[in-house]
């Protein structure tokens, strides 16, 4: 009896594949079903080419693990930002803090710099500044706007009043014309005992004192000058940066706002006004004073030595 041989032992036919879950997996399959988390997903490239390389296919949860992996960050989709009406396109990309206001300052300097060319011109960054002390519009900020300055004029006019108070009270043209007719005066006996003869010496030294007190005004006024050329400048430019602030501002809706600007306009224009006049009449008092003060040294070197020299010789003959 011939023994008995295994039935597969000469079939050509290759045996079938284990199960990946069997025992005799093969050790690759065994990696594939092993996911490790702290490792960074495959992608389904990275799978094909792990099945490529190892020449042989996958199991099946392996390649479905490959295949559910994340997109690289490049090839995400993001929404896009969101923009708030009235941004420009070129700046959408900047972080958005709030909404976009358009920069009022900017626009009234460009107005300004075409209404006050010259008062712009002498300072242009303290226009823009006081243009954004004022801008945008608020009812504390338009009521008092300008008013230090104001009541600075206010103060220097009634202190200026008092410098011309003073050389009016002098009244030193014609204190200079009675002194000199009373020394060109020749009185009789008769006179000089019903009236007080003025002699040449009394006359100088009245002369002399009417210029010691005019000279004294001088400082005082260029003094005055000086302070009401700064303030006028001050108004000159508050009323400019108002009425600027108004026109680019428009319509105001609030009654009571609008009605403050306006009154706070026609305050600043009169205290401005006052500011020109009083300035020029300042510089008219110097010419003055400084044209009575040259007739005061003619009056001294000039007619009184010719009043003392024409006395002496009509005493001699």
């Not at 390649?63 to 396109?89: I, K, S």
Request: proline fraction near 8%.
């Amino acid at each position: 009896m011939s023994p008995k041989v295994p039935h597969r032992l000469f079939d050509d036919t290759p045996a079938p594949t284990p199960d990946a879950a069997s025992p005799a997996s093969p050790p690759t399959a065994r990696r594939a079903q092993a996911v490790n988390f702290d490792e960074p997903p495959r992608t389904a490239d990275a799978g094909r080419s792990m099945r490529e390389s190892t020449g042989a296919e996958m199991p099946a949860r392996a390649r479905h693990a490959a295949d559910l992996a994340f997109d690289p960050p490049t090839a995400r989709r993001t929404a896009p930002p969101c923009v708030p009406a009235g941004v420009p396109a070129g700046v959408a990309s900047q972080p958005v803090l709030g909404p976009a206001i358009p920069d009022v300052v900017t626009h009234a300097l460009g107005h300004a710099r075409a209404a006050y060319a010259e008062l712009v011109a002498q300072d242009e960054p303290r226009f823009k500044l006081k243009l954004s002390q004022l801008l945008p519009f608020k009812l504390a900020g338009v009521t008092s706007w300008g008013a230090d300055a104001a009541q600075q004029q206010s103060r220097l006019a009634t202190d200026a009043a008092t410098v011309m108070r003073t050389y009016s009270d002098l009244n030193g043209s014609e204190v200079l014309e009675t002194t000199l007719d009373a020394a060109r005066a020749n009185p009789s006996r008769l006179q000089r005992l019903i009236t007080r003869h003025r002699s040449l010496d009394d006359c100088r030294l009245s002369i002399i004192a009417l210029r010691e007190r005019l000279q004294q005004l001088i400082p005082e006024c260029e003094e005055f000058i000086n302070e009401q050329d700064h303030l006028a400048r001050e108004l000159a430019l508050y009323l400019a940066v108002l009425s600027v602030s108004a026109d680019v501002t428009g319509a105001i809706a609030d009654a009571v706002l609008a009605g403050a600007v306006d009154q706070r306009r026609r305050a600043l224009q009169s205290s401005n006004q006052q500011a020109q006049v009083l300035k020029q009449t300042l510089q008219e008092l110097r010419g003055l004073i400084v044209a009575l003060l040259g007739n005061i040294d003619h009056g001294l070197n000039v007619t009184l030595p010719a009043i003392e020299l024409a006395k002496v010789g009509a005493a001699g003959r």
